[in-house]
C-alpha cells in the first residue's frame, strides 16, 4: 500500500518559516519525481515545486527565492522549506509523486496558515 504522508504544517506569522515533510512508503522512492502542489482557499490546485529523481528542482514563479524544495532518498522523504511566508501562501500542501511508468500517488495534505 502506498502512503504519502505530509507534516510540518501550522499557522505562522508573515515572514516566519516552516518546513514542511513527506515521508512516502510502499514505492521505491528514488525512480520517482516529487512534486508540492498547494490548494489555497476558494481556488484551485497549483504546482508548487518539483524535485526530479536526479535532484533537479523547479519553482513556481511565486516561491522562487524563498521556498526550497530537497529529497532524502535514504529516508523515502522530500521537504519543502518555506521562509519568508507571506498570506497569500496560506494553503493546503499536498505531495504528489510520480514515475515514467504512468504511477501516480497523492498525500491527504497539511494546512499551512499564514498570519498578517
Known amino acids: 500500500q502506498v502512503q504519502l504522508v505530509e507534516s510540518g504544517g501550522g499557522l505562522v506569522q508573515r515572514g516566519g518559516s516552516l518546513k514542511l515533510s513527506c515521508v512516502a512508503s510502499?514505492?521505491?522512492?528514488?525512480?520517482?519525481?516529487m512534486r508540492w502542489y498547494r490548494q489555497p482557499p476558494g481556488k484551485e490546485r497549483e504546482l508548487v515545486a518539483t524535485?526530479?529523481?536526479?535532484?533537479?528542482?523547479n519553482y513556481a514563479d511565486s516561491v522562487k527565492g524563498r521556498f526550497t524544495v530537497s529529497r532524502d532518498n535514504a529516508k523515502n522523504t522530500v521537504y519543502l522549506q518555506m521562509n519568508s511566508l507571506q498570506a497569500e501562501d496560506t494553503a493546503v500542501y499536498y505531495c504528489?509523486?510520480?514515475?515514467?511508468?504512468?504511477?501516480?500517488?497523492w498525500g491527504q495534505g497539511t494546512q499551512v496558515t499564514v498570519s498578517s
Open positions: 510502499g514505492i521505491i522512492f528514488n525512480i520517482y519525481a
Open positions: 524535485i526530479t529523481r536526479d535532484g533537479r528542482t
Open positions: 504528489y509523486c510520480s514515475n515514467f511508468g504512468g504511477s501516480n500517488y
